[in-house]
T-cell receptor, first 117, second 116 residues
Framework: KQEVTQIPAALSVPEGENLVLNCSFT??????LQWFRQDPGKGLTSLLL?????REQTSGRLNASLDKSSGRSTLYIAASQPGDSATYLC????????????????FGQGTILTVHP | EAQVTQNPRYLITVTGKKLTVTCSQN?????MSWYRQDPGLGLRQIYY???????DKGDVPEGYKVSRKEKRNFPLILESPSPNQTSLYFC???????????????FGEGSRLTVL
């Protein structure tokens, strides 16, 4: 059974710092890994989707990497801003898990990020 | 604007009173899913649908029903709500590519349900 863990559970940094959020998964047979952002009381917004054949994806100040062999993905946020404060979740997709033809998407518990001015 | 719309956003109800949370997407997505989010438990999948008239159970389907009569709509039905169904509910959708890839998943804003 796939398990996805995010460390740390919470992180508080001053504005301007570069930071790394970690996501680890137990079963390396994933098809893709997705990073989401969730603002308080809101839905999840997709940030980056990394296919299993890719090593990383970039969008603006965000860079996500994927190392299937070690079961790890990292989300790098450059020059953090107070507007980056949110919960960040990763989700690993395994097309052969769950006993269905669809497969299974497994979410981590999230990292709560606070960037203070 | 591409979006997933859920209604109602907030609801307080009493035990046993049937309710429906609607979900609609305008992106012509084949795949739709319902999740509940609870503190300490994260996101858990309730039901999902891979296309019209095709639905299947997720991890926590007990006490819920769904239907997919049209591609754009995927309502979540609580026939007899109980207090343990108090939660934040999310609907999500995506394209289902030929390779069975989830593709990018789009979420609604959430529906906060309280059952007294």
């Amino acid at each position: 059974k796939q398990e996805v863990t995010q460390i740390p559970a919470a992180l508080s940094v001053p504005e301007g710092e570069n930071l790394v959020l970690n996501c680890s998964f137990t079963d390396s047979a994933i098809y893709n890994l997705q990073w989401f952002r969730q603002d308080p009381g809101k839905g999840l917004t997709s940030l980056l989707l990394i296919q299993s054949s890719q090593r990383e994806q970039t969008s603006g100040r965000l860079n996500a990497s994927l190392d299937k062999s070690s079961g790890r993905s990292t989300l790098y946020i450059a020059a953090s801003q107070p507007g980056d404060s949110a919960t960040y979740l990763c989700a690993a997709y395994d097309p052969y898990a769950g006993g269905t033809s669809y497969g299974k998407l497994t979410f981590g518990q999230g990292t709560i990020l606070t960037v203070h001015p | 604007e591409a979006q997933v719309t859920q209604n109602p956003r907030y609801l307080i109800t009493v035990t046993g009173k049937k309710l429906t949370v609607t979900c609609s997407q305008n992106m012509n997505h084949e795949y739709m899913s319902w999740y509940r989010q609870d503190p300490g438990l994260g996101l858990r999948q309730i039901y999902y649908s891979m296309n019209v008239e095709v639905t299947d159970k997720g991890d926590v389907p007990e006490g819920y029903k769904v239907s997919r009569k049209e591609k754009r709509n995927f309502p979540l039905i609580l026939e007899s709500p109980s207090p343990n169904q108090t939660s934040l509910y999310f609907c999500a959708s995506s394209f289902r590519l030929a390779t069975s890839n989830t593709g990018e998943l789009f979420f609604g804003e959430g529906s906060r349900l309280t059952v007294l």
